[in-house]
């Protein structure tokens, strides 16, 4: 089997287990609110997915959008996609060639370093699982790595994997960065509604910060593939030329993402309740364990790493055996080539339950782990 179809027999697989527990995607299995369940239905028994959706998205959902991130109606604009990641996929096409270069985190997300290289693009990626530098990019680091030639800046903040989230003046620092260069500041806010707080690059750089925003994780919709490019009406014109969703994203996703916007003051501190009770339970666990760390706690994602090189197991290894009981978390190396063997992440937009077996059985299968002979493929 060729290496792409090996990996879609894996995700099939983890989809047709039943009773599985998601705790490595960041996604959110959290029951959905009764309100999204009616737009949905509502949209199904009118049979509305007949028809395309304007190309751009529905104005009320661009709109809702665009109020739920506080910026300026008049001089902002919006782009829906399907889902996060081709909005960025979107942005790469139309701003990196060759000649130009892409500059990123490491601990990061690999798929963009992927459309920027495939764009032509050189990627450089800043290193930051440093626990002397609190895992964080500095804006020295980043003016260093950039150069005329860099035509992005891509920030993932709060940061995937690590769950460190950026100051406002760090994030004023980086787009100063940028701006030195005329680069776009490509903002990555994927997780931003499980930060304490958090700063828009677009509130200091409106001229070429572009955010990206996704309704997988907050809303719980990732199935639904539904997400967004906010930023000037300049860039959003430019980039529609390079969206791949020209007929229009999901009708059904939208109205969800529309009924999702206007519940989310009641939905999300409920979310964020569990999901740090989750985070808690996580790290009590682990901190049982000598040699287990959690690092980054508590996460400003809707995850944590945990540490556990110093016990000189592979995540590898930690992960199968999880697999086996029906317990699905990541492995490093998803992320990172380079740190990637030091932690693995877990999931807390879950039901307690899920979290509590991971814990109860922690313990158990770090033993399990080390006696394992042969680690399958991990994706
Ligand atoms: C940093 C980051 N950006 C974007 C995405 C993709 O989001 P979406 O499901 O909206 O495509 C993810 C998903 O894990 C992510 O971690």
Same mark, same amino acid.
């Given at each position: 089997?060729?290496?792409?179809?090996?990996?879609?027999?894996?995700?099939?697989?983890?989809?047709?287990?039943?009773?599985?527990?998601?705790?490595?995607?960041?996604?959110?299995?959290?029951?959905?609110?009764?309100?999204?369940?009616?737009?949905?239905?509502?949209?199904?028994?009118?049979?509305?997915?007949?028809?395309?959706?304007?190309?751009?998205?529905?104005?009320?959902?661009?709109?809702?959008?665009?109020?739920?991130?506080?910026?300026?109606?008049?001089?902002?604009?919006?782009?829906?996609?399907?889902?996060? =990641?081709?909005?960025?996929?979107?942005?790469?096409?139309?701003?990196?060639?060759?000649?130009?270069?892409?500059?990123?985190?490491?601990?990061?997300?690999?798929?963009?370093?992927?459309?920027?290289?495939?764009?032509?693009?050189?990627?450089?990626?800043?290193?930051?699982?440093?626990?002397?530098?609190?895992?964080?990019?500095?804006?020295?680091?980043?003016?260093?790595?950039? +150069?005329?030639?860099?035509?992005? =800046?891509?920030?993932?903040?709060?940061?995937?994997?690590?769950?460190?989230?950026?100051?406002?003046?760090?994030?004023?620092?980086?787009?100063?960065?940028?701006?030195?260069?005329?680069?776009?500041?490509?903002?990555?806010?994927?997780?931003?509604?499980?930060?304490?707080?958090?700063?828009?690059?677009?509130?200091?750089?409106?001229?070429?910060?572009?955010?990206?925003?996704?309704?997988?994780?907050?809303?719980?919709?990732?199935?639904?593939?539904?997400?967004?490019?906010?930023?000037?009406?300049?860039?959003?014109?430019?980039?529609?030329?390079?969206?791949?969703?020209?007929?229009?994203?999901?009708?059904?996703?939208?109205?969800?993402?529309?009924?999702?916007?206007?519940?989310?003051?009641?939905?999300?501190?409920?979310?964020?309740?569990?999901?740090?009770?989750?985070?808690?339970?996580?790290?009590?666990?682990?901190?049982?364990?000598?040699?287990?760390?959690?690092?980054?706690?508590?996460?400003?994602?809707?995850?944590?790493?945990?540490?556990?090189?110093?016990?000189?197991?592979?995540?590898?290894?930690?992960?199968? =055996?999880?697999?086996?009981?029906?317990?699905?978390?990541?492995?490093?190396?998803?992320?990172?080539?380079?740190?990637?063997?030091?932690?693995?992440?877990?999931?807390?937009?879950?039901?307690?339950?899920?979290?509590?077996?991971?814990?109860?059985?922690?313990? +158990?299968?770090?033993?399990?782990?080390?006696?394992?002979?042969?680690?399958?493929?991990?994706?």
């Amino acid at each position: 089997m060729s290496s792409f179809a090996e990996r879609n027999a894996h995700f099939d697989r983890l989809f047709a287990t039943r009773g599985l527990f998601w705790l490595g995607q960041n996604t959110n299995h959290l029951p959905m609110h009764p309100t999204v369940r009616k737009a949905l239905t509502d949209a199904i028994d009118a049979e509305e997915f007949h028809a395309y959706a304007p190309p751009g998205g529905f104005t009320a959902l661009l709109d809702g959008i665009v109020a739920d991130l506080g910026l300026p109606h008049g001089t902002t604009a919006a782009l829906v996609t399907d889902g996060a =990641v081709a909005a960025l996929a979107t942005v790469c096409r139309a701003y990196c060639r060759p000649q130009t270069n892409f500059v990123t985190t490491d601990p990061g997300w690999k798929w963009p370093t992927q459309f920027a290289r495939q764009a032509g693009a050189e990627v450089r990626e800043i290193p930051i699982y440093d626990p002397a530098a609190a895992y964080r990019l500095t804006p020295q680091q980043l003016s260093e790595a950039i +150069d005329r030639d860099t035509s992005i =800046v891509y920030l993932i903040d709060p940061n995937n994997p690590l769950g460190v989230c950026y100051t406002r003046e760090e994030i004023q620092a980086f787009c100063d960065v940028a701006r030195s260069v005329n680069a776009y500041f490509l903002h990555d806010c994927t997780y931003r509604d499980f930060a304490d707080e958090h700063t828009l690059a677009a509130r200091f750089y409106p001229e070429r910060a572009i955010t990206i925003y996704s309704f997988s994780k907050w809303l719980g919709l990732a199935g639904l593939r539904i997400g967004a490019v906010v930023t000037n009406h300049q860039i959003i014109e430019e980039l529609a030329a390079y969206s791949t969703a020209t007929l229009g994203a999901s009708v059904l996703a939208q109205r969800a993402a529309q009924a999702g916007l206007a519940v989310k003051s009641e939905w999300m501190p409920a979310v964020q309740r569990v999901q740090r009770r989750n985070q808690t339970a996580i790290k009590q666990a682990v901190d049982k364990i000598p040699g287990l760390t959690v690092p980054i706690y508590p996460s400003q994602g809707n995850f944590v790493i945990v540490e556990c090189a110093e016990l000189g197991l592979r995540p590898e290894a930690l992960a199968a =055996v999880f697999a086996q009981r029906g317990i699905m978390i990541r492995q490093g190396s998803y992320h990172t080539p380079r740190f990637g063997s030091r932690f693995v992440k877990i999931s807390t937009t879950v039901p307690t339950e899920w979290v509590d077996a991971f814990c109860r059985q922690l313990p +158990d299968a770090i033993e399990a782990a080390r006696g394992l002979k042969e680690i399958p493929e991990q994706y």
